[in-house]
Protein backbone atom coordinates (compact mmCIF):
# COMPACT_ATOMS: atom_id res chain seq x y z
CA UNK A 1 0.00 0.00 0.00
CA UNK A 2 0.74 3.23 -0.85
CA UNK A 3 0.72 6.45 1.58
CA UNK A 4 -1.65 8.04 -0.63
CA UNK A 5 -3.92 5.28 0.10
CA UNK A 6 -4.09 5.90 3.86
CA UNK A 7 -7.25 6.89 4.96
CA UNK A 8 -6.98 10.13 7.33
CA UNK A 9 -6.10 11.26 9.67
CA UNK A 10 -2.93 8.79 10.27
CA UNK A 11 0.08 8.99 11.58
CA UNK A 12 3.40 7.84 9.38
CA UNK A 13 6.97 7.62 10.79
CA UNK A 14 9.36 7.82 8.72
CA UNK A 15 11.87 4.77 8.53
CA UNK A 16 14.98 6.19 7.41
CA UNK A 17 14.51 9.12 9.51
CA UNK A 18 13.58 7.10 12.09
CA UNK A 19 17.00 4.87 11.92
CA UNK A 20 18.73 7.73 11.40
CA UNK A 21 18.01 9.27 14.59
CA UNK A 22 18.23 6.43 16.46
CA UNK A 23 21.64 6.27 15.65
CA UNK A 24 22.75 9.55 15.48
CA UNK A 25 21.73 10.43 19.14
CA UNK A 26 23.36 6.77 20.12
CA UNK A 27 26.60 7.56 18.32
CA UNK A 28 26.73 10.83 20.37
CA UNK A 29 26.36 9.59 23.60
CA UNK A 30 28.76 6.91 23.37
CA UNK A 31 31.33 9.12 21.91
CA UNK A 32 31.06 11.27 25.28
CA UNK A 33 30.81 8.07 27.65
CA UNK A 34 27.21 8.89 28.47
CA UNK A 35 24.65 5.75 28.97
CA UNK A 36 21.22 6.23 26.86
CA UNK A 37 17.85 4.86 28.69
CA UNK A 38 15.06 6.66 25.66
CA UNK A 39 12.33 7.60 27.67
CA UNK A 40 9.29 5.16 25.56
CA UNK A 41 6.35 7.50 26.92
CA UNK A 42 7.18 9.11 23.49
CA UNK A 43 6.42 6.34 20.96
CA UNK A 44 5.14 3.49 23.27
CA UNK A 45 6.18 0.60 21.19
CA UNK A 46 8.08 -2.39 22.24
CA UNK A 47 9.23 -3.20 18.53
CA UNK A 48 10.91 1.14 18.77
CA UNK A 49 12.06 0.31 21.72
CA UNK A 50 13.87 -2.61 20.78
CA UNK A 51 15.70 -0.79 17.80
CA UNK A 52 16.97 1.72 20.74
CA UNK A 53 18.53 -1.29 22.47
CA UNK A 54 19.52 -2.98 19.44
CA UNK A 55 21.75 0.43 18.49
CA UNK A 56 23.22 0.60 22.23
CA UNK A 57 20.84 1.51 24.44
CA UNK A 58 21.17 0.31 28.53
CA UNK A 59 17.56 0.04 29.20
CA UNK A 60 14.38 2.34 28.87
CA UNK A 61 12.20 4.47 30.44
CA UNK A 62 8.77 4.04 31.36
CA UNK A 63 6.73 6.74 33.06
CA UNK A 64 4.06 4.38 34.93
CA UNK A 65 3.41 1.00 35.41
CA UNK A 66 1.42 0.60 32.91
CA UNK A 67 3.69 1.06 30.26
CA UNK A 68 6.51 -0.86 31.96
CA UNK A 69 4.03 -4.21 32.47
CA UNK A 70 3.40 -3.67 28.22
CA UNK A 71 7.43 -3.31 27.61
CA UNK A 72 8.76 -6.49 29.91
CA UNK A 73 5.72 -8.67 29.04
CA UNK A 74 7.38 -7.77 25.43
CA UNK A 75 11.08 -8.77 26.70
CA UNK A 76 12.44 -5.44 27.67
CA UNK A 77 14.73 -6.26 30.36
CA UNK A 78 16.01 -2.75 31.78
CA UNK A 79 13.31 -0.38 32.75
CA UNK A 80 13.89 2.53 35.11
CA UNK A 81 10.33 4.08 36.16
CA UNK A 82 11.05 7.55 37.69
CA UNK A 83 7.54 8.22 39.52
CA UNK A 84 6.21 8.01 42.95
CA UNK A 85 4.62 4.84 43.58
CA UNK A 86 1.87 5.52 45.62
CA UNK A 87 -1.06 3.01 46.89
CA UNK A 88 -1.01 -0.79 47.80
CA UNK A 89 -2.65 -2.08 44.11
CA UNK A 90 0.62 -0.35 42.42
CA UNK A 91 3.19 -1.28 44.57
CA UNK A 92 2.04 -4.75 44.08
CA UNK A 93 2.51 -4.29 40.58
CA UNK A 94 6.09 -3.01 41.58
CA UNK A 95 6.44 -6.18 43.03
CA UNK A 96 5.47 -8.44 39.79
CA UNK A 97 7.08 -6.41 37.77
CA UNK A 98 10.42 -6.80 39.42
CA UNK A 99 10.16 -10.33 39.11
CA UNK A 100 9.92 -9.66 35.70
CA UNK A 101 12.73 -7.06 34.55
CA UNK A 102 15.81 -5.06 36.38
CA UNK A 103 13.28 -2.35 37.72
CA UNK A 104 14.57 0.69 39.50
CA UNK A 105 12.27 3.83 40.47
CA UNK A 106 12.07 6.80 42.05
CA UNK A 107 11.31 8.53 45.16
CA UNK A 108 11.19 12.05 46.88
CA UNK A 109 9.72 11.93 50.22
CA UNK A 110 9.92 9.23 53.18
CA UNK A 111 6.50 8.39 52.76
CA UNK A 112 7.07 6.69 49.30
CA UNK A 113 10.34 4.73 50.46
CA UNK A 114 8.22 3.50 53.61
CA UNK A 115 5.96 1.90 50.98
CA UNK A 116 8.68 0.56 48.66
CA UNK A 117 10.27 -0.67 51.52
CA UNK A 118 7.09 -2.37 53.03
CA UNK A 119 6.36 -4.38 49.52
CA UNK A 120 9.94 -5.38 48.58
CA UNK A 121 10.87 -6.75 51.95
CA UNK A 122 8.02 -8.68 52.08
CA UNK A 123 8.24 -10.30 48.92
CA UNK A 124 11.99 -10.44 49.54
CA UNK A 125 13.21 -8.31 46.59
CA UNK A 126 15.66 -5.71 46.17
CA UNK A 127 14.51 -2.81 44.09
CA UNK A 128 17.37 -0.11 43.70
CA UNK A 129 15.71 3.60 44.39
CA UNK A 130 17.15 6.81 43.41
CA UNK A 131 16.10 10.24 44.40
CA UNK A 132 14.39 12.64 42.05
CA UNK A 133 16.35 16.10 42.72
CA UNK A 134 13.92 19.50 41.24
CA UNK A 135 16.74 21.57 39.66
CA UNK A 136 14.32 23.98 38.54
CA UNK A 137 11.43 21.80 37.19
CA UNK A 138 8.74 22.90 39.82
CA UNK A 139 7.58 19.35 39.74
CA UNK A 140 8.52 16.78 41.84
CA UNK A 141 11.61 16.04 43.65
CA UNK A 142 13.51 17.03 47.16
CA UNK A 143 14.24 21.11 46.80
CA UNK A 144 18.01 21.00 47.83
CA UNK A 145 21.00 18.79 47.86
CA UNK A 146 20.36 18.15 51.70
CA UNK A 147 17.13 16.92 51.44
CA UNK A 148 18.29 14.99 48.44
CA UNK A 149 21.30 13.23 50.81
CA UNK A 150 18.78 12.84 53.61
CA UNK A 151 16.41 10.77 51.53
CA UNK A 152 19.65 8.87 49.77
CA UNK A 153 20.40 7.87 54.08
CA UNK A 154 16.47 6.42 54.18
CA UNK A 155 16.57 4.54 51.32
CA UNK A 156 20.25 2.81 51.88
CA UNK A 157 18.92 1.82 55.47
CA UNK A 158 15.48 0.84 54.41
CA UNK A 159 15.15 -3.12 54.37
CA UNK A 160 14.81 -4.35 50.30
CA UNK A 161 15.79 -0.96 48.96
CA UNK A 162 19.30 0.35 47.87
CA UNK A 163 20.28 3.77 46.91
CA UNK A 164 20.63 3.59 43.21
CA UNK A 165 21.60 7.38 42.75
CA UNK A 166 20.30 10.68 41.43
CA UNK A 167 17.34 11.44 39.09
CA UNK A 168 16.17 14.75 37.70
CA UNK A 169 15.03 16.37 34.77
CA UNK A 170 15.66 18.97 32.93
CA UNK A 171 19.69 19.48 32.49
CA UNK A 172 20.27 23.15 33.05
CA UNK A 173 22.73 24.88 34.53
CA UNK A 174 21.79 23.90 38.04
CA UNK A 175 22.11 20.29 37.62
CA UNK A 176 25.94 19.58 38.18
CA UNK A 177 26.24 22.20 41.32
CA UNK A 178 22.84 20.15 42.48
CA UNK A 179 24.35 16.78 41.94
CA UNK A 180 28.49 17.18 43.42
CA UNK A 181 26.65 19.17 46.73
CA UNK A 182 25.00 16.29 47.20
CA UNK A 183 27.66 13.90 46.67
CA UNK A 184 30.23 15.74 49.00
CA UNK A 185 27.34 15.13 51.54
CA UNK A 186 26.75 11.36 51.03
CA UNK A 187 30.50 11.12 50.79
CA UNK A 188 30.81 11.96 54.53
CA UNK A 189 28.68 8.89 55.52
CA UNK A 190 30.28 6.70 52.64
CA UNK A 191 27.53 6.41 50.51
CA UNK A 192 28.48 6.72 46.95
CA UNK A 193 26.47 7.69 44.26
CA UNK A 194 26.46 5.58 41.39
CA UNK A 195 24.19 6.45 38.93
CA UNK A 196 22.76 10.37 37.69
CA UNK A 197 20.07 10.18 35.09
CA UNK A 198 19.26 13.54 33.30
CA UNK A 199 16.71 13.84 30.16
CA UNK A 200 15.11 16.15 28.01
CA UNK A 201 15.18 16.59 24.16
CA UNK A 202 15.61 20.04 23.97
CA UNK A 203 19.11 19.57 25.80
CA UNK A 204 20.28 16.45 24.35
CA UNK A 205 23.38 18.02 22.27
CA UNK A 206 24.89 19.46 25.79
CA UNK A 207 24.44 16.63 27.60
CA UNK A 208 27.98 16.04 27.55
CA UNK A 209 29.06 19.73 29.05
CA UNK A 210 27.15 18.39 32.17
CA UNK A 211 30.22 16.09 34.04
CA UNK A 212 28.01 15.01 36.61
CA UNK A 213 25.43 13.24 34.22
CA UNK A 214 26.07 9.37 33.72
CA UNK A 215 23.20 8.87 31.94
CA UNK A 216 20.36 10.51 29.93
CA UNK A 217 16.87 9.76 29.23
CA UNK A 218 15.29 11.53 26.32
CA UNK A 219 12.07 10.63 24.33
CA UNK A 220 11.03 13.02 21.46
CA UNK A 221 14.47 12.63 19.50
CA UNK A 222 13.46 9.46 17.67
CA UNK A 223 10.32 11.14 16.34
CA UNK A 224 10.66 15.43 16.42
CA UNK A 225 8.04 17.72 16.30
CA UNK A 226 7.49 21.02 15.67
CA UNK A 227 8.88 22.05 19.74
CA UNK A 228 12.13 20.10 18.52
CA UNK A 229 12.17 21.98 15.46
CA UNK A 230 11.76 25.17 17.72
CA UNK A 231 14.48 24.47 20.46
CA UNK A 232 16.89 23.94 17.18
CA UNK A 233 18.05 20.01 18.01
CA UNK A 234 16.57 18.67 14.88
CA UNK A 235 15.76 20.01 11.42
CA UNK A 236 12.74 19.71 9.05
CA UNK A 237 14.13 17.07 7.03
CA UNK A 238 15.38 14.76 10.80
CA UNK A 239 11.53 14.62 11.42
CA UNK A 240 10.25 11.30 11.10
CA UNK A 241 6.54 11.48 12.56
CA UNK A 242 3.82 13.45 10.44
CA UNK A 243 0.20 12.97 10.82
CA UNK A 244 -1.51 13.69 7.21
CA UNK A 245 -5.06 14.66 7.11
CA UNK A 246 -7.26 15.81 4.70
CA UNK A 247 -8.88 19.32 4.24
CA UNK A 248 -13.03 18.67 4.37
CA UNK A 249 -14.21 22.01 3.89
CA UNK A 250 -13.41 25.80 2.85
CA UNK A 251 -16.08 27.87 4.14
CA UNK A 252 -14.45 30.91 2.95
CA UNK A 253 -11.56 31.79 0.80
CA UNK A 254 -9.11 32.06 3.95
CA UNK A 255 -10.58 29.22 6.03
CA UNK A 256 -10.08 25.56 5.92
CA UNK A 257 -11.23 22.48 7.69
CA UNK A 258 -8.98 19.41 8.99
CA UNK A 259 -10.34 16.01 9.16
CA UNK A 260 -8.66 16.30 12.58
CA UNK A 261 -9.04 18.33 15.52
CA UNK A 262 -8.29 18.00 19.25
CA UNK A 263 -8.55 14.06 19.08
CA UNK A 264 -5.52 13.99 16.61
CA UNK A 265 -3.15 16.75 17.74
CA UNK A 266 -4.38 17.50 21.13
CA UNK A 267 -4.79 20.86 22.63
CA UNK A 268 -0.85 21.28 23.52
CA UNK A 269 0.47 24.23 22.53
CA UNK A 270 4.07 24.50 24.36
CA UNK A 271 5.09 27.59 24.04
CA UNK A 272 4.30 27.61 20.05
CA UNK A 273 1.28 29.35 17.98
CA UNK A 274 -1.05 27.18 16.46
CA UNK A 275 -1.68 23.93 16.77
CA UNK A 276 1.35 22.66 14.02
CA UNK A 277 3.41 23.05 10.69
CA UNK A 278 1.14 22.11 7.97
CA UNK A 279 4.52 21.42 5.03
CA UNK A 280 2.55 22.11 1.90
CA UNK A 281 1.71 25.74 3.42
CA UNK A 282 4.12 26.52 5.74
CA UNK A 283 2.60 29.93 5.83
CA UNK A 284 -0.83 28.38 6.75
CA UNK A 285 -1.88 28.77 10.62
CA UNK A 286 -3.74 26.45 12.22
CA UNK A 287 -5.23 28.60 14.63
CA UNK A 288 -7.38 26.67 17.04
CA UNK A 289 -9.17 22.92 17.38
CA UNK A 290 -12.51 21.01 17.53
CA UNK A 291 -12.48 17.72 18.60
CA UNK A 292 -12.77 16.40 15.13
CA UNK A 293 -12.07 19.63 13.20
CA UNK A 294 -8.59 21.75 12.45
CA UNK A 295 -9.32 25.09 11.64
CA UNK A 296 -6.70 26.37 9.09
CA UNK A 297 -6.13 30.03 8.46
CA UNK A 298 -4.84 30.12 4.92
CA UNK A 299 -5.25 34.17 4.34
CA UNK A 300 -1.08 33.85 4.32
CA UNK A 301 -0.56 31.48 1.71
CA UNK A 302 -0.36 32.23 -2.00
CA UNK A 303 -2.06 28.96 -2.76
CA UNK A 304 -5.14 27.61 -1.68
CA UNK A 305 -6.04 24.47 -1.11
CA UNK A 306 -8.71 23.09 -2.40
CA UNK A 307 -11.71 20.05 -0.65
CA UNK A 308 -10.15 16.89 -0.73
CA UNK A 309 -6.18 17.46 -0.78
CA UNK A 310 -4.11 15.91 1.51
CA UNK A 311 -1.81 18.10 4.09
CA UNK A 312 0.96 16.85 5.94
CA UNK A 313 1.28 18.38 9.73
CA UNK A 314 3.90 18.25 11.94
CA UNK A 315 2.35 18.67 15.14
CA UNK A 316 3.93 20.47 18.19
CA UNK A 317 4.31 17.65 20.58
CA UNK A 318 4.85 14.12 19.26
CA UNK A 319 4.42 11.78 22.60
CA UNK A 320 0.64 13.25 23.01
CA UNK A 321 -0.24 12.70 19.72
CA UNK A 322 1.20 8.97 19.48
CA UNK A 323 -1.33 8.74 22.73
CA UNK A 324 -4.30 9.67 20.64
CA UNK A 325 -3.73 6.98 18.00
CA UNK A 326 -4.32 3.12 18.24
CA UNK A 327 -1.56 2.37 15.40
CA UNK A 328 1.42 3.98 13.88
CA UNK A 329 2.01 3.62 10.02
CA UNK A 330 5.97 2.84 9.40
CA UNK A 331 6.88 4.20 5.54
CA UNK A 332 9.92 4.27 3.52
CA UNK A 333 9.99 5.85 0.11
CA UNK A 334 5.96 6.62 0.50
CA UNK A 335 5.42 2.79 0.71
CA UNK A 336 4.10 1.36 3.72
CA UNK A 337 6.25 -1.47 5.84
CA UNK A 338 4.54 -2.06 8.60
CA UNK A 339 1.84 -0.92 11.03
CA UNK A 340 2.63 -0.81 14.98
CA UNK A 341 -0.14 -1.03 16.90
CA UNK A 342 0.57 1.39 20.20
CA UNK A 343 0.91 -0.85 22.72
CA UNK A 344 0.94 1.41 25.54
CA UNK A 345 -1.75 3.71 24.69
CA UNK A 346 -3.57 4.78 27.41
CA UNK A 347 -1.61 3.06 30.05
CA UNK A 348 -1.62 5.88 32.48
CA UNK A 349 -2.07 3.64 35.67
Keep these: MRIDELETPVVVVDLDRLEANIARFQAYLDRHGIANRPHIKTHKIPEIARMQIDAGAVGITCQKLGEAEVMAGAGIEDIFVPYNIVGGSKLERLATLTRWARISVTADSEVVVRGLSSIMRREALTLPVLVECDTSMGRCGVQSPREAAELARVIA ?143 GCPRKPEIGERVTVIPNHCCVVTNLFNQIVGVRNDTVEVVWPVACRGAVQ
Excluded at 177 to 203: D, M, N, W, Y
Design 157 to 299: RSPGLRFGGLMTYPNNEHTDPFVRQTKALLASHGIPVERVTGGGTACMWRVHTHAEVTEHRAGEYVYGDRHALRSGVMRLEDCAFKVITTIVSRPTTDRGILDGGSKAFSSDVRDLEGHGLILEYPEARVYTLSEEHGHVDFS
